[in-house]
């Protein structure tokens, strides 16, 4: 039961411990009568409002927008492809 005899002597040591800083250390110093002082509500207004309520109608239903169907490029096809968007490239950085 090792478990226990360390809570025991932890537990002891902590306790130790607060009878020595309650020995040594000041009292603590009492607090004046809550009844002089003054109470008074302070209230505030802000010049600034708050912005409108925003609705968001949650009940119209958004139909999801539909994927379109992959086309069926060949090898050549893409090379071709290719070339004419590096052709068009090289066309515009030449007109500049």
Do not use: C, W
Not at 28 to 43: H, M, Q, T
């Amino acid at each position: 039961m090792p478990i226990i005899r360390y809570f025991v002597f932890v537990g002891g040591v902590l306790l130790a411990l607060l009878f020595a800083t309650d020995r040594y250390l000041p009292a603590p110093v009492d607090r004046p009568d809550a009844s002089g002082l003054d109470k008074i509500i302070i209230r505030t207004h802000s010049a600034q409002s708050l912005p409108e309520h925003i609705v968001f109608d949650t009940s119209a239903r958004v139909d999801a927008p539909t994927v379109a169907a992959a086309q069926d490029i060949t090898p050549e096809a893409n090379q071709d492809l290719g070339r004419q968007a590096l052709a068009q490239i090289t066309k515009a950085a030449s007109a500049k």
